[in-house]
């Protein structure tokens, strides 16, 4: 059974940091393309950042500079290292895990890539 769960949401200040994790269960997660998305209240949901096999890491335009995903296959997990926060990146992240071994990276911000989902986690971001 594949379970995804992210974890290290919370309240921050503009300009402020957090480091979000998702932990793997039931599926070794170098095996595959893992996502970030995000959702904000009112919104879609949209492409943060996927890290495929190989390690090579792609980005939204909005969060590239500022935030960077990464894994340890040791512990099963990957992160997104958020710096630079802003009100606009205030939203509930999911992590996701692609259907396929991997993908093209042109296609990795399709929603339709990933087949298990995590609960998602709040990241909410102050003025």
Known sequence: QVQ???????LVQTGGSLRLSCAAS??????NVIGWFRQAPGKEREFVAAIRRSGSTYYSDSVKGRFTISRDNAKNTVYL????????????????????P??????????????????????????
């Open 102 to 127: 991997d993908i093209l990276g042109v296609y990795v911000s399709r929603q339709d890539a990933y087949a298990y989902w995590g609960q998602g986690t709040q990241v909410t971001v102050s003025s």
């Open 4 to 10: 995804l769960v992210e974890s290290g949401g919370g």
């Open 81 to 100: 290292q958020m710096n630079s926060l802003e009100p606009e990146d205030t939203a509930v992240y999911s992590c996701a895990l692609s259907t396929r």
């Open 26 to 31: 039931g599926y070794t997660i170098s095996s």
